[in-house]
């Protein structure tokens, strides 16, 4: 287990702590809600979020303005889980929202791209574009509860599409055109869509990618489809001569002179359709509403990232990651949203991000673990551009070591708040992470985010505190998920999440709450490391492994096996002209006893050509352990969902030699 810091690495200033949001609220709601708590303290405000839900998310919902067709009859009829009922009466529309806080002339989106030119979409181009694309989709025979897909990368044409869609009361989902075209139809072909936006093609390290045959091969698996709607984003000349007759081009469909008239729908009428990893079968389609959404990307942006009118986030993700859900939502505080279509780290310049961040005066700047530890093993100094307007950077996708925060420090500044935070497409939110407020312990999650009551669960599933357990929920939160789709009784809805503890949701990562308030994140417990007993994070050793210069990507895999033994070996992509030989074998466990423990030391050290993720670029921990185990590739992983498919009979054969070994 990662031991917890003494002291915080950062601390607020408390000049700037007294002008966020957040603390206006906490003074707002003391003082209209009528709360004896001093509710500037972010440790009673989070207290009060979570044993007063009710007063809780209903001040959210005034301090916010949210405009209702109708009103709610009460915030929470129904406290159960899964089935809570969240201001029961209330009709809305999330798109807006989305739209209602644009100034006409000042930037609503910025379009980005890897040749570091982009485009301005200011808030009355945008609303006009939305406007626009509607009417289309109404003349395609689009209506309320009807399903729209996007096969787009990152640019404002999928914000615009989306919008469009939510507008009149379709639903949405959208995934990366990196997906090979059967991939995208097994997530798209089970809510049998009406229409699809595709785009022509996307940029990706200096490389221009064609997808137009491969929108055509996916218009062809969706037999529901009335319409294609191709997007010219990448200039491709003409369309190729076997496109199906009614397809439209983009600029038809958004040119057109319309009012926006937004249909108001109930609070929990399905909003988007994200989708699990599906690694294994069929991806889940996970539905969440309208309200939920709007509630929690509220909180969750105005509250906790401190967005409002006249700043800019910069968060580099794809389309089919949750966190791009958050980057439309910024528009719902006022903010700029920043688009981007490329690879975060150039062959030709690595420090593209941090460029366009300086250009464009970013003020949160969000990435991944991944990311800045390959800025700092690489030598990339983003200081030499000027970051003086990110006050925040936010990082979610896996843990984020201890190591990093220092990097950030020195090479991006010492005023910037490295917040931390862990989530999930279940929740299209965060479970934990941090608030302008609230300083920062190196290595781990400021708190809990307000509204989650969030707790570790030892295994007998009582709550405990400075020691590892199972991340769970105790209350529910407006933007769970109002079912799977096509899971007509609940069944995998429930089992998915309430099946160990009735009533609790049950996430599947270890954690640990500290006793100074923080969190911190040990990796995936379906993929535990339990060797004699002792339950191990994942995460814990990859920190210290990938902290080693010799050592690019790291993957520690505990294996039960057929005669009661447990293999524990460690998958090791070594760094560019580093070669792993026994000197360097005895450094990383020395590495391990030393900045783990001697229990978290592997018993074999393997170099592998590359780690295996998921499109969405989680380690894919449970399948390797099953590969490991000899489970039949067929039944362990989808490869149109793995980044390196070629790497899938590399980890199964390794298994087969351990076995044979074993057994010869």
């Known amino acids: 287990m990662t031991t917890p810091y003494a002291t915080p690495f950062w601390t607020p200033d408390p000049e700037s702590t ?7 609220f906490g003074r707002w709601a003391a003082e209209h809600r009528g709360v004896e708590a001093d509710l500037r303290d972010y440790t009673a405000l989070h207290r009060w979020s979570v044993t007063d839900l009710e007063s809780f998310w209903g001040a959210v919902w005034e301090y916010f303005r949210i405009d209702a067709d109708t009103p709610y009859e009460r915030v929470l009829a129904e406290e159960t889980m899964p089935g809570a009922r969240w201001f029961p009466g209330a009709t809305l529309n999330y798109a807006h929202h989305a739209l209602r806080n644009l100034a006409d002339d000042d930037p609503a989106v910025i379009a980005l791209d890897e040749t570091g030119s982009g485009y301005e979409v200011t808030g009355k181009r945008l609303r006009s574009q939305v406007a626009s694309v509607a009417a289309t989709l109404r003349d395609l025979g689009v209506g309320q509860g009807d399903r729209v897909v996007g096969y787009l990368p990152n640019t404002p044409h999928a914000i615009v599409a989306f ?12 995934c990366g055109q990196d997906y090979a075209p059967q991939a995208a139809a097994d997530r798209f072909g089970q809510l049998e869509p009406t229409v699809l936006i595709a785009a022509d093609g996307y940029l990706f390290n200096a490389t221009t990618y064609d997808r137009r045959e491969a929108a ?3 218009a062809r698996a969706l037999p ?3 319409a294609t709607v191709l997007v010219d984003h990448v200039g491709l000349p003409g369309l190729p001569s076997n496109y199906p007759s009614l397809v439209l081009p983009w600029e038809e ?3 057109r002179t319309e009012e926006l008239a937004c249909t108001p729908v109930p609070f929990d009428h399905p909003l988007w359709v994200l989708f699990s990893s599906g690694t294994t079968g069929l991806p889940k389609g996970i539905v969440h509403g309208h309200g939920g959404v709007l509630v929690e990307h509220l909180k969750t942006l105005g509250l906790h990232s401190d967005l409002g009118p006249g700043d800019r986030l910069l968060w580099y993700t794809t389309t089919h990651w949750m966190m791009w859900n958050l980057v439309v939502s910024t528009l719902l505080t006022g903010a700029t949203t920043c ?3 490329g690879s975060p780290a150039l062959l030709t310049q690595p420090d593209i991000l941090w460029e366009l ?6 003020t949160l700047f969000g990435t991944s673990p991944q990311y800045l530890l390959g800025m700092a093993k690489f030598g990339i100094d983003p200081s030499t551009h000027d970051l003086s307007a990110v006050r925040a950077i936010g ?3 896996s843990a984020l070591p201890a190591s990093a925060y220092p990097w950030v420090r020195d090479h991006v500044g010492e005023h910037v708040q490295l917040v931390s935070t862990s989530g999930g497409t279940d929740i299209a939110s965060g479970f934990a992470g941090g608030a302008p407020t609230l300083p920062v312990w190196a290595g781990e999650l400021s708190a809990p985010c307000l509204g989650v009551a969030l707790a570790a669960y030892d295994e007998e599933g009582r709550p405990v505190v400075d020691q590892v357990g199972e991340l769970v929920v105790t209350r529910p939160m407006p933007s769970m998920p109002l079912r799977f789709w096509n899971d007509p009784d609940g069944t995998r809805y429930h089992d998915a999440y309430f099946s160990t503890y009735e009533g609790v949701w049950r996430h599947g990562d270890w954690i640990t709450l500290t006793s100074h308030g923080s969190v911190i994140v040990h990796g995936r417990s379906d993929s535990t490391l339990n060797r004699n007993g002792v339950r191990l994070g994942s995460a814990d050793i990859h920190d210290v492994v990938e902290r080693l210069p010799e050592i690019a990507e790291a993957l520690v895999i505990g294996a039960e096996e057929p005669d009661g033994g447990y293999w524990m070996p460690l998958f090791v992509v070594l760094a560019a002209g580093r070669e792993l030989d026994d000197a360097l074998r005895e450094r990383i466990r020395e590495a391990v006893r030393t900045g783990a423990s001697p229990r978290h030391v592997p018993d074999e050290i393997i170099e592998v050509p590359a780690i295996p993720h998921t499109r969405t670029g989680k380690k894919l921990e449970v399948p390797v352990k099953r590969l490991l185990q000899g489970a039949p590739v067929e039944q362990v992983v989808n490869p149109a969902t793995v980044d390196h498919p070629e790497l899938i009979g590399l980890y199964a054969r390794l298994g087969a030699d351990r076995r044979a070994q074993r057994h010869g």
Do not use: F
Request: aromatic residues 4%; proline residues 0%; hydrophobic residues 50%.
């Open 163 to 174: 919008l469009a869609a939510a507008s009149l009361g379709a639903v949405w989902s959208v």
């Open 253 to 255: 469909a958004v040119t």
């Open 18 to 24: 007294g002008r966020s949001r957040i603390a206006d």
């Open 395 to 397: 990082c979610t996708g």
């Open 357 to 362: 961040a300086a250009r464009h005066r970013v």
């Open 224 to 226: 529901t489809l009335k």
């Open 216 to 218: 055509l091969e996916l």
């Open 339 to 341: 688009t981007y279509d």
